[in-house]
């Protein structure tokens, strides 16, 4: 048995397609070429890779990536806070604090929440975008190629 294995893992799941050169008359060419746009196709149909984690023991709020934050400044003054952590692509991550003291507690975690989910969606158009940008450079090299 010979052909091309494909593999891609998302979210926890793996998806496995198997090309048999035999489908393609036994050429390995052609069958490598039809494993390739199977694999681009593949691509878009799934998920963007992403590394977000949706729950975790640790959280004390109920919501991963949303906590609330004390901070005591040199003056001994205090502020309580709902901080919203999400990743922001580059390797780094984004905080943002919403005051208990000014916006109250319910409405202060519901924006820390809201902030979270906003940044999550952000994430996930940019990495779809180079996802996309990623397979039209693949496609433009191999239209070069033949």
Same mark, same amino acid.
């Given at each position: 048995?010979? &052909?091309? *294995?494909?593999?891609?893992?998302?979210?926890?799941?793996?998806?496995?397609?198997?090309?048999?050169?035999?489908?393609? &008359?036994?050429?390995?060419?052609?069958?490598?070429?039809?494993?390739?746009?199977?694999?681009?196709?593949?691509?878009?149909?799934?998920?963007?890779?992403? *590394?977000?984690?949706?729950?975790?023991?640790?959280?004390?709020? %109920?919501?991963?990536?949303?906590?609330? /934050?004390?901070?005591?400044?040199?003056?001994?003054?205090?502020?309580?806070?709902?901080?919203?952590?999400?990743?922001?692509?580059?390797? %780094?991550?984004?905080?943002? &604090?919403?005051?208990?003291?000014?916006? &109250?507690? *319910?409405?202060?975690?519901?924006?820390?929440?809201?902030?979270?989910?906003?940044?999550? =969606?952000?994430?996930?158009?940019?990495?779809?975008?180079?996802? /996309? =940008?990623?397979?039209? *450079?693949?496609?433009?090299?191999?239209?070069?190629?033949?």
């Amino acid at each position: 048995m010979h &052909g091309w *294995r494909i593999y891609i893992k998302r979210r926890g799941r793996e998806f496995t397609f198997l090309v048999h050169d035999h489908q393609h &008359g036994g050429d390995r060419r052609r069958s490598r070429r039809a494993a390739e746009d199977r694999y681009l196709a593949e691509l878009r149909s799934l998920p963007p890779p992403m *590394r977000t984690s949706s729950s975790d023991i640790r959280s004390t709020t %109920g919501v991963v990536g949303v906590s609330l /934050e004390r901070r005591v400044a040199p003056t001994g003054a205090v502020t309580d806070y709902y901080r919203a952590v999400y990743p922001n692509g580059s390797g %780094g991550y984004t905080k943002r &604090g919403f005051s208990v003291k000014l916006l &109250g507690k *319910r409405v202060a975690f519901r924006l820390a929440c809201e902030a979270r989910r906003q940044g999550l =969606a952000q994430l996930t158009s940019r990495v779809r975008s180079e996802l /996309e =940008a990623e397979i039209a *450079r693949r496609t433009a090299r191999r239209k070069r190629i033949i």
